[in-house]
């Protein structure tokens, strides 16, 4: 049985959540059958329970979330259960908070808080306003699940510019939970990954991964090493680091952490 790193541990992931875009995602952020997590592209499974973990993810790589009074940007915020922690956590560090994404989405958020809120697409309406907004810069910038999506409809090299671009001295961005093509494959050609296929899908044939499949409209290895490439080639420290084996989808994604010196 062949794989299609589409495929959800061999399984289709629910047709709503297989390469969104942008308008698409405006369209779910409306839907009022879906719940929060699926408004932003995640089946329930792969969110609930999961935001401490995440959260905590955060704040190892970010090291200034745990820094009271820092500046925080979150570009493409989403309305699940992470973005209300992120507004709790800033809150109570005293620290500024600016949250990017969509009208749509951003309306599903609850009222209140010190969060200011910046409704438009990065960085194609909004990074000269940002950039006048964060005046020194963002001493965090998360990016979370956000990569896949200009992939397919924007430019990721133009993202990750002009996140950069937006860092204060010391600062650092975490384009995060990036899903990566080459990443799955390797895993389902591993002995553990077909010990997880087999027990996943209850049957005795390994999955069959073509090793050089050409990515099409998936991110691979060659996207993410380019990123990290042109970060450094731009000034930047630039890292590809895993995931936490204790997050739900650890073993076909990754994040880019740049930081500016």
Do not use: W
Request: proline letters at 7%; glycine letters at 8%.
């Amino acid at each position: 049985m062949a794989v299609d790193p589409d495929k959800v541990d061999g399984r289709q992931a629910p047709r709503q959540f297989a390469k969104l875009s942008y308008d698409r995602f405006r369209e779910m952020a409306q839907d009022p059958q879906l719940s929060a997590s699926e408004k932003i592209g995640y089946p329930d499974q792969f969110r609930d329970g999961c935001e401490p973990a995440i959260f905590a993810d955060f704040c190892n790589k970010l090291p200034a979330l745990n820094r009271p009074g820092a500046t925080v940007l979150d570009i493409g915020c989403g309305c699940g259960e992470l973005t209300r922690m992120l507004i709790a956590h800033c809150q109570a560090q005293q620290q500024r908070l600016l949250l990017v994404d969509s009208d749509e989405m951003l309306q599903q958020l609850p009222g209140g808080g010190d969060a200011l809120r910046i409704a438009g697409r990065f960085p194609e309406q909004l990074a000269g306003a940002l950039g006048a907004q964060l005046g020194a810069g963002a001493d965090a910038i998360i990016c979370y699940g956000v990569l896949q999506v200009a992939f397919l409809d924007a430019n990721p090299f133009r993202l990750l510019d002009e996140a950069m671009a937006l860092l204060a001295p010391g600062g650092a961005l975490l384009l995060g939970d990036i899903a990566n093509a080459s990443k799955l494959r390797r895993f389902l050609c591993s002995d553990a990954g077909r010990h997880f296929h087999k027990a996943y899908m209850r049957s005795e044939s390994d999955p069959e991964v073509p090793a050089f499949a050409p990515p099409g409209d998936r991110i691979d290895d060659a996207v993410v090493l380019g990123l990290m490439q042109r970060a450094r080639n731009a000034g930047f420290d630039a890292y590809v680091l895993p995931q936490p084996a204790a997050l739900p989808l650890s073993n076909r994604r990754e994040d880019l952490l740049v930081t500016r010196p």
